[in-house]
Structures are given as structure tokens and as C-alpha cells.
């Protein structure tokens, strides 16, 4: 564990817990997400700024969740290729594995064209195609795409680690990952992020919240970021990219990290 890993580890465990249950109570009904990219060094200095404002969720003792996460595509990334030319509505597939409580759902996310990311979702047995069939999967996906899992692959794999923070006055909720890795099944690539940070901020409307003082103090600046867009592009050369590229140039520098460089 690094110094930088220490602190984050010390300031996150000063707050104050939060159970799921008590977060289950939380309803953003008039949600908006607005997402940040940062560095492992400004979280350690982020959460020491939000002592006293912010609790942290707690499951079962720990603080921190382990996410796997496997994107499902078609043969000629229709996905991917929606959100790289910036179509809007535009959708994903993806079926994530909660590891520490060993759940896993099938879920379709859609963005339409006024922002907004609505995700809907059934739980499933696990990753194997078959079985997510036969627990539906099939008419899920149809009724949301149009697609089957007759026309879909899977493309990429991530794993990643949370940390979820709640205002004290429960309107809304700060994720956090990092520690974020890839998986392409069609290059049988790898990829790491370094010590790269994703905070998304999911809050009631335009309440005024704690966090954004907080996050412009430390200089932590908005900046969308796909996991499965960046991952795909970092594990597979010949998929089309040209507009991600500033961006991964700009996370590069602040990570210190080549993120233009597949490995």
C-alpha cells in the first residue's frame, strides 16, 4: 500500500457509517450525475475536506466494494459506436457482479437526449450467456435495444473499487472508484488506469451540494468518462477513437499514466 493509499484508507475511515438499509431510504427522485476525474492524491486530500459533512457507506464492516463489470456489444460495436459520435438516446448492455455479496444483474443504462441516464435492471445467476437467457435476459434486452443475445458479444471486462459517500443531508451520493483494470475478450488485451479517480455526484436537482466547494477547492474539475468507452479503446488499436483521444491525453497528464497507449 502506498502513502497516498494509506491516507485515503485513514480519512475514509474517520467518517461516519451508513448502512444499506439507510441508504435504501434515500429517493433522488429529480436526479441529476454529474461525473469528475481525478487522481488518487486529490481523493486523499477530498476526503479529508468532507470530515463532518459526508458519511460513508458500510457493508458488513468495509468501506470499500469490489465492482466486475463484463459489456456486451454487437460484432460491429453499435454501443460504442453511439457513444463515440455522440448519439443521443444512446444505450448500454452490461451485466455487473457486486463480489462482495455475490449479486449480479443484467442491466440496460440509457442516456437520452436531455442528459439524463436512466438504468433498468434484473437480477441474473451469474456472466453465462445461458443462463442469463433463461432468466430472462433475452426479453429484457429486446424490449429495451431491440437486440437478443443472438446478435451481441461480450466486448470488455472491468474490475474496480467504490467508495460511497452520502451528504448529511441525504440528498445525494458521491461514488467513487478507482483501482480500475480492463479486459478485452476480442484482443485478449489488459489495461490498468494508474492511479486514476472517477467521482460521480448523484444528487435531488440542483440542491446545493457540500461536495462541489469541496471538489473546486482541491481543483477536481467535471469531465465525463465511460469505463467501457476508455477500456475499449485502450485494449483494442483498431476500434475508431479519434474523439476520445484529447480526453485520454488530458487524463494522462494528470495521472501520470499512458492512457493512449494499449497494453
Known sequence: MTQTDTKIASWLGQLNPISLDEMSGIKLMNRTDTKFVTNKENLATMLELTQGKYFAQQIEGQRVANYRTVYWDTPWHRFFLEHHNGHAPRQKIRVRTYLDSDLTFLEVKTKNNHGRTKKKRITVPDHDKQLIINAGGDDFISKLTGATFDDIIPTVQNQFQRITLVNYGKTERLTIDFNVSFHNYETDSDAGTGNLVIIELKRDGNVYSPVLDILREVRIKT??????????????????????KPKMVWISKLTGYNFTQAQ
Open 223 to 244: 469531465s465525463g468518462f465511460s469505463k467501457y468507452c476508455i477500456g475499449s479503446v485502450m485494449t483494442n488499436r483498431e476500434l475508431k477513437s479519434n474523439l476520445f
